[in-house]
């Protein structure tokens, strides 16, 4: 009977619930405890706000950092290689220099020596291309001001045409991978006469 009773609520679409509609059941929160715990809803909504985007901001200066790092790495991975090739390059120049000291004698002009100081001058140029190809470059700072970031003083010349500070003679030249200094240039820098 009481199935029967059911169905027939069902199929009719009375519901069940209290017999008398103004009875209307209590809530266990008054309107006021009820605008409180909203409040405090929206204070923690705010506050996940708030970490999701610092979380977000500090995820993206990663991301960021992350790719400066690898582009800098792969522009300045072959920095230690450069700095062992340089002295290498040093070597051909001086052995260039010799050779064409050496060439250029009116007392022997000597043919196959002066074969070798072409070949030398030849590696040298596509040493230097090389270079120039993968971004080092030699720095040519005679007749420039001294800066420490570039430059080594190694001496100091009376300054006789040139102002005081500039360099006035290189002993070792200084190279740059893509702007930064890999090798110092050994310089003679200008200073005033004391008499």
Request: net charge negative; proline share 6%; with cysteine.
């Amino acid at each position: 009977c009481a199935f029967s009773t059911a169905a027939q609520q069902r199929s009719t679409g009375d519901e069940c619930g209290p017999e008398d509609p103004s009875e209307e059941p209590k809530h266990p929160l008054s309107d006021c405890a009820l605008e409180h715990k909203a409040i405090k809803l929206e204070e923690q909504v705010r506050d996940l706000t708030e970490r999701y985007r610092r979380a977000l901001a500090d995820s993206e200066n990663v991301r960021r950092r992350t790719q400066k790092f690898v582009e800098d790495a792969k522009l300045f991975g072959i920095q230690s290689f450069c700095r062992d090739l340089v002295e290498v390059a040093d070597i051909l120049e001086k052995t260039a220099e010799s050779a064409a000291g050496h060439a250029e004698e009116p007392s022997d002009p000597n043919p196959a020596l002066q074969k070798i100081y072409e070949g030398l001058s030849l590696i040298e140029a596509k040493l230097q291309s090389v270079f120039a190809k993968h971004g080092l470059q030699k720095m040519n700072p005679v007749g420039g001001r001294y800066d420490p970031y570039d430059h080594e003083i190694i001496c100091h010349v009376p300054a006789e045409g040139v102002q005081p500070g500039t360099v006035a003679l290189v002993t070792q030249d200084g190279y740059k991978l893509h702007g930064r200094t890999i090798r110092h240039a050994l310089v003679g820098v200008a200073v005033e006469a004391q008499e």
